[in-house]
């Protein structure tokens, strides 16, 4: 029997739980680097585990029924995935704080309570120290993963900068990976076309689309019994589409595309000459 891809993500994972010598750490088995010491971090380092995957999420209102913190919660778990594929890389802490409109006066999802906004300067600063980091303790290729598509430029800024810095320096390498994020959207909203789902109900925020994503990484995520009993949310909820038909085995169309995507992608770029 075929396996769905989300259980096959899952057994690689245990997999490699499992496969750790007698006495090792289940954390030493992990690939969240907050869940290593520091001294397994320079292990697996110098083991070859020199790509260090950077999760970017976002604090934000997603409508009644799903929960503000949804772009976190995604982006871990499909830099997780991500990582596990890839054999040779880390996983960073989400980046939860990004850039999300004006303040005062609010503008955009700070018009919703919950939400947390901070600066394009000050993304770009936190993104900037967090890849210096990475290189002082010799990741080789440090990877911009955006779960949001308001802050891609910011990514690309500063994998610019750093790219020009460490020009003479290629030991270190920062990408804006944009296909992360790009996988999320045509790629999936013509599959979910395909299978009879207008435009309208797949809608591009906490609509369709959106909200089976999250179902499927992780449901708690989204409130499903208030979902089915409500009437259609609209903008005035801060919705754009209709989420009442999303299920969890339409979401793992698109988390499988993005997870596909990325990995290829990832290992493309890391295995360019410097």
């Known amino acids: 029997m075929r396996c769905r891809r989300s ?10 739980y499992c496969a750790a010598a007698p ?3 289940a954390a030493a088995a992990s690939n969240q ?5 520091w001294t397994e971090v320079r292990d ?21 029924y799903m929960a503000i913190g949804k772009h976190n919660v995604r982006a871990r778990f499909l830099a997780t995935a991500i990582a596990a594929r890839l054999g040779n890389a880390l996983v960073a802490p989400v980046i939860a704080y ?4 004006a303040i005062h006066p609010p503008a955009a999802h700070m018009r919703f309570a919950g939400t947390i906004s901070i600066s394009d300067a000050a993304f770009e600063a936190l993104l900037e120290s967090t890849a210096r980091s990475f290189k002082q303790h010799g990741f080789r ?4 993963l955006g779960d949001h598509g308001g802050y891609q430029k910011n990514m690309q800024h500063v994998a610019e900068r750093l790219g020009r810095e460490w020009a003479r320096d290629p030991s270190c390498r920062v990408h804006a990976f944009t296909e ?5 959207q045509a790629p999936f909203i013509a599959a979910l076309k395909a299978r009879g789902f207008s435009d309208a109900e797949i809608g591009t925020h906490a609509g369709l689309a959106d909200t089976s994503l999250a179902l499927a990484s992780d449901p708690a995520l989204v409130h499903a019994a208030q979902l089915a009993k409500a009437p259609k949310p609209g903008p005035a909820d801060g919705v754009t589409g209709d989420p009442r038909r999303a299920t969890r085995a339409l979401g793992e169309l698109g988390t499988a595309q993005i997870i596909q995507t990325s990995v ?3 290992a493309q770029l890391t295995r360019r000459p410097r």
């Not at 697996?44 to 009644?64: C, K, M, Y």
């Not at 290729?141 to 911009?144: C, I, L, M």
């Not at 992360?180 to 999320?184: D, E, I, V």
């Open 7 to 16: 259980v096959c993500v899952l057994f690689l994972v245990l997999a490699a």
């Open 23 to 25: 006495g090792e750490t």
């Open 33 to 37: 680097l907050e869940e290593l010491t």
């Open 44 to 64: 697996r380092v110098a083991a070859g585990s020199t790509t260090i995957l950077v999760p970017i999420g976002g604090t934000e209102q997603n409508g009644p």
């Open 98 to 101: 990004v850039p999300e409109g």
């Open 141 to 144: 290729d440090v990877v911009f």
């Open 180 to 184: 992360f994020y790009r996988a999320s």
């Open 264 to 266: 290829a992608g990832i």
